[in-house]
């Protein structure tokens, strides 16, 4: 953090209008190759290929939001990708669904059956059947990724069947390939649908598994030293191979698999509790799970395979010279590891806790924040007896200058939430406000 961007776009304007620059001009090649390939055999027919040829990009765009580009995660973030990726999903769902049903429909009309009649007439022939198979697994799939239902699911049951869509992808390629009239109505239609498909899968299988793979072979990581905090919280220290190479930066987190002591899906997320030094990587965190509770248990030694670094909580983002540090809980980690970079000068800490015993790392984030001439409030109480410390007033009072800073907020979602509303109504510049709610799904 102690280097203030100076350039007039910041990093996550650059990186948003690069996106849906890329989105918008794919559109727009897509209305082309819509008003030039020629109508369908009726009009039902022709708006469902305007329907179907969209479903296709929105299933691309899918699979970008959640290829983990580290240019893109850097700058925009996994959890407001993941946000995006959700609402997207969603609009795949119905505009599929509206393609589905107006070739039904079309067909019916067509050949003057019922749309019944139709749907199982067009179940037997293969290309029909493959779209059909592939809409049917993004409906399961919404149905499970819907918030009623994903709060009651484990994340392992849900991300399996999350999983799916990627042979529904698969379906829907093969479907679209089979579809003469959308695929290869011409040279230049051909060419544009098999280059954005590898694009996309590309970007996919490099940022997903590619990536991830090599980083993992390259750095070799394990377990160092495994350093109990308190009675629920635990640090561990990870070592590898030329740790002096990883792109990482305080204030990202990594997604963590211990294969040798957990079973291979069972990953977290853990922001990096020390700022990188090129030999070790620390995260420290709370027993929340019985992933996270049996960290304390890893022995040394024992492999890690470490997915990342992600995340958009960083100084890349720092606008001004003076600096705002919010964390709840065990949210101080990533926090804690941006003290390290923050040199003397205007820095002020905000720790929420329910008591001091709770304050995770708090000796050392006092130490930190001393060595560079800042303060620390250590915020104790409970919310549920009154204890509102987030409210505007109260923020306002312990910084006054709060509207000249960078203010990094991280912590559980209601206080999260709670802080961002008040820096809200205290007229914080959007772009000097830096959150990131990372997990998995």
Not at 19 to 48: D, H, Q, S
Request: overall charge positive; aromatic content about 10%.
């Amino acid at each position: 953090m102690s280097r203030v961007r100076q350039r007039t776009i910041p990093p996550v304007v650059a990186a948003r209008c690069a996106l849906w620059t890329f989105v918008i001009v794919n559109l727009v090649i897509v209305e082309i190759l819509f008003l030039t390939a020629g109508t369908g055999k009726n009009g039902v027919l022709t708006v469902a290929k305007f329907f179907g040829l969209h479903t296709a990009v929105l299933m691309l765009l899918q699979l970008l939001l959640v290829a983990r580009l580290p240019w893109l995660d850097r700058r925009i973030g996994m959890d407001r990708l993941t946000v995006w990726h959700r609402w997207v999903g969603f609009t795949l769902l119905w505009t599929l669904l509206t393609h589905a049903v107006l070739v039904v429909l079309g067909y019916a009309r067509l050949d003057d059956a019922s749309m019944t009649t139709t749907f199982f007439a067009l179940a037997g022939v293969p290309a029909s059947l493959l779209g059909m198979l592939a809409a049917a697994i993004v409906v399961v799939v919404a149905a499970i990724s819907a918030r009623y239902v994903r709060q009651r699911l484990r994340y392992e049951t849900w991300h399996g069947l999350h999983l799916l869509l990627y042979l529904a992808l698969g379906l829907a390629f093969v479907h679209q390939l089979q579809e003469t009239t959308t695929f290869s109505s011409s040279a230049p239609a051909k060419i544009y649908w098999w280059a954005l498909w590898l694009f996309a899968f590309g970007a996919l299988v490099t940022g997903r598994i590619v990536l991830p793979v090599w980083r993992n072979a390259y750095h070799r990581f394990e377990v160092a030293a495994v350093v109990p905090e308190s009675d629920d919280v635990v640090s561990v220290h990870v070592t590898g191979r030329h740790l002096d190479r990883l792109p990482a930066r305080a204030g990202q987190f990594c997604i963590w698999r211990f294969p040798g002591h957990h079973h291979w899906w069972q990953a977290n997320p853990f922001s990096l509790s020390a700022a990188p030094d090129g030999r070790t990587l620390r995260l420290t965190a709370k027993a929340v799970g019985s992933t996270s509770a049996g960290l304390r248990h890893i022995p040394v030694g024992t492999r890690a395979f470490v997915e990342g670094p992600y995340g958009a909580f960083t100084a890349l983002h720092r606008t001004r010279p003076g600096a705002l540090l919010i964390a709840g809980g065990v949210g101080i980690t990533p926090v804690r590891a941006l003290l390290e970079e923050e040199p003397a000068g205007d820095l002020v800490v905000l720790y929420r806790v329910r008591s001091e015993r709770d304050a995770v790392l708090v000796d050392e984030v006092r130490e930190l924040v001393a060595e560079r001439g800042g303060r620390l409030h250590l915020l104790t109480g409970r919310t549920a007896e009154g204890n509102r410390p987030f409210e505007p007033d109260r923020i306002r009072a312990l910084v006054p200058d709060l509207t000249e800073r960078d203010v990094y907020v991280c912590g559980p979602p209601a206080m999260t939430s709670a802080v961002l509303t008040a820096l809200r109504r205290l007229n914080v510049p959007h772009r000097q406000v830096h959150a990131e709610r990372f997990g998995l799904a």
